[in-house]
């Protein structure tokens, strides 16, 4: 056998693909439905603790309680009341509704079965690539972009990247977010201590929509509660914000930090360009302040209507663009 294997399983009806590093003994899941993460299982003082708060049966694949590990494409977060204008033409996602109800969040792919491309492992790592073709015009997208999700698990931990390819005629806003959620081995929430290398935070509004403008963009000094330049406990802080201007380490990468005192186990989610939301789970439907989302994010909620981050999110017709993350996992070499 090899260090490294990739096998298909079933959760009930649910196909589930299995990464494995038998020599960590780190074991990851990823199901085929919206290509979310289910586990990230990592061996700590002889037991298998599971990184990953996750979806944890086919129902809740299915459900998708708090869009767990979701794959945000063509756009994360929220769109305002599901409207936006791109290139002059004004886009409504939700034709006919009105009220309340109007909400758009998270992309379209969340839903979504995505084909197995490509499975593959050997001494350096495991690997497998899914595809979906299901992102077509539609009501307030007129677009069609087709999606490659890779995962590999290998030594320094696990990578994904999404390529995003614009097949149809037209110019269209496009950008990548994840929406994982983690947990450490020991205490909760308010004991793990969380680093984010921003220096601006993103302001919004009750319904978390960044405020118009440049009163969008706050310096973090001025804003010492939400401030987490330095490693500090999250305690009884409500977390649920972009960061922006983020700084890269000389590798650059630029990685937030979530780090549990009490096991020395901690992990590093990184990117290498784009915004991190930080979200203490204050709002979720299951395991309320359970764990704490670290999202990376190509571009910040509702870039589709801000016109600063027009450049970033506009994918010419034929053309693809890359958006790479992942999780390293710290620990002192007694805890492995």
């Known amino acids: 056998m090899?260090?490294?294997?990739?096998?298909?399983v079933l959760w009930d009806e649910q196909t589930v693909l299995v990464l494995t590093d038998h020599a960590q003994q780190r074991h990851v899941q990823i199901a085929r439905h919206g290509a979310a993460l289910l586990t990230?299982?990592?061996?700590v003082n002889g037991v298998l603790h599971?990184?990953?708060?996750?979806?944890?049966?086919?129902?809740?694949?299915?459900?998708?309680?708090?869009?767990r590990f979701a794959i945000m494409v063509p756009f994360g977060g929220r769109i305002a009341a599901a409207r936006y204008e791109f290139d002059g033409q004004v886009q409504d996602l939700q034709p006919g509704v009105v009220g309340d109800q109007r909400a758009s969040r998270h992309g379209f792919v969340r839903g979504v079965d995505f084909d197995i491309v490509a499975l593959s492992a050997d001494e350096q790592r495991a690997q497998l690539t899914l595809a979906t073709s299901s992102i077509r015009p539609q009501p307030g997208y007129p677009h069609a972009i087709d999606l490659d999700i890779t995962y590999t698990l290998d030594a320094q931990g696990l990578t994904l990247e999404a390529a995003m390819r614009n097949v149809g005629d037209s110019t269209a806003p496009c950008f990548f977010g994840w929406h994982p959620y983690f947990r450490l081995p020991a205490g909760g929430v308010d004991d793990w201590q969380l680093q984010i290398p921003a220096q601006t935070l993103i302001h919004t509004d009750a319904n978390l929509i960044a405020l118009p403008g440049a009163p969008a963009y706050v310096a973090l000094d001025d804003a010492p509660a939400l401030d987490f330049r330095v490693p500090r406990r999250i305690d009884d802080a409500i977390i649920?914000?972009?960061y922006t201007d983020l700084e890269p380490e000389?590798?650059?990468?630029?990685r937030t930090y979530l780090r549990d005192p009490a096991s020395?186990?901690?992990?590093?989610?990184?990117?290498e360009r784009g915004m991190m939301h930080a979200f203490t789970a204050d709002t979720v439907t299951r395991d309320v302040r359970g764990a704490v989302a670290l999202e990376p994010m190509e571009c910040m909620a509702n870039a589709f209507n801000r016109p600063e981050c027009a450049d970033a999110i506009r994918l010419l017709p034929g053309a693809e663009r890359r958006f790479r993350c992942g999780v390293e996992i710290e620990m002192d070499a007694a805890s492995a």
Request: charged share 25%; net charge negative; no cysteine.
């Open 240 to 242: 649920d914000q972009g």
């Open 250 to 254: 000389p590798d650059g990468r630029i």
């Open 2 to 8: 090899t260090r490294y294997t990739v096998e298909e």
């Open 264 to 271: 020395s186990v901690g992990i590093a989610v990184w990117q």
């Open 50 to 67: 599971d990184l990953a708060d996750g979806y944890r049966d086919a129902a809740e694949i299915v459900s998708q309680p708090s869009s």
């Open 40 to 43: 990230f299982k990592i061996m």
